[in-house]
């Protein structure tokens, strides 16, 4: 891409994006102007309250909303362009969501092979060999052919994040994993997290746990008014905030 692109230089770039819901007569703006660069290998985590538009930020990321306006790009490649191949783009971006999201009816490593084989038609040979990889990097070989039912929620986390994970992501989105857990599970999938951190993996993590945030940021960003409202190392956000609502969100979690 030309050097006009906006974040040309950042593996993922947000301008001024814009997202509302609602009817022409209520709308309710969530993203009002979201301008967000990352760079390759970098954690962001968001911080905000209860809907501030952190789920909805990152869905916009991965196209499973539709911005109003604004710009995202990913390795320089206008995503947002609506002739984009929605699919391709997908498999760039790994997506993990609070409640675990696996097909309760398949086994482990077929919740795994689904979309390589159905949407990005991988041999199924190939499908399987690349979900073992995944499980083991996750910790959990041995429960291939498990029912998700069968694992504790922090197994199941980490299985979501295995399938996240299959079609080798550029970046990786990570909304709130653990808030469904019980606290004795939370441990071992922030430690992933922390892991697939410091591999070198790309990643925007929604969260509500400061101690995790303030263990695996590069940069916190809190969202407030449909905006990145301030942002800086964890040192700055957490211990030294600048602005008032910063200050008042932080203290409310205290
Ligand atoms: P957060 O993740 O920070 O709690 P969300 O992104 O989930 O915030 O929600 C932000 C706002 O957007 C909330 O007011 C929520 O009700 C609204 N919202 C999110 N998704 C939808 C949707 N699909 N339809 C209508 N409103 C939505
Ligand atoms: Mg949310």
Do not use: W
């Not at 609602?22 to 905000?48: F, K």
């Amino acid at each position: 891409m030309t050097a006009a692109v906006p974040g040309a230089s950042s593996l993922l770039s947000l301008s001024g994006v814009r997202k509302s819901f609602g009817s022409r007569r209520e709308t309710n703006v969530v993203l009002r102007s979201i301008d967000l660069e990352v760079a390759s290998g970098e954690c962001v985590v968001l911080i905000g309250a209860s809907g501030s538009g952190k789920s909805t930020l990152l869905r916009c990321i991965n196209l499973l909303e539709t911005v109003d306006d604004g710009i995202i790009t990913l390795d320089g490649v206008e995503i947002t362009d609506p002739g984009v191949a929605v699919d391709r783009i997908r498999g760039r971006i790994g997506i993990v969501f609070q409640a675990y999201n696996l097909f309760p009816h398949l086994s482990v490593i077929d919740n795994i092979t689904l979309a390589p084989t159905r949407v990005h038609k991988v041999p199924v040979a190939a499908a399987r060999r690349r979900a073992m990889e995944m499980l083991e990097r996750v910790g959990l070989p041995d429960k291939a052919t498990a029912r998700p039912d069968d694992l504790s929620g922090g197994q199941q986390q980490r299985v979501a994040i295995a399938r996240a994970l299959v079609n080798d992501p550029a970046v990786m989105l990570l909304d709130e994993v653990t808030s469904a857990l019980d606290p004795e599970l939370v441990g071992e999938v922030l430690d992933l997290l922390a892991e697939l951190r410091s591999e070198g993996m790309t990643m925007i993590i929604n969260t509500h746990e400061m101690s995790f945030a303030s263990r695996i940021a590069d940069r916190i960003c809190f969202l407030h008014g449909g905006e990145i409202h301030e942002q800086g190392t964890p040192a700055e956000i957490l211990q030294a905030p600048r602005r008032e609502r910063t200050r008042q969100f932080l203290s409310r979690l205290a």
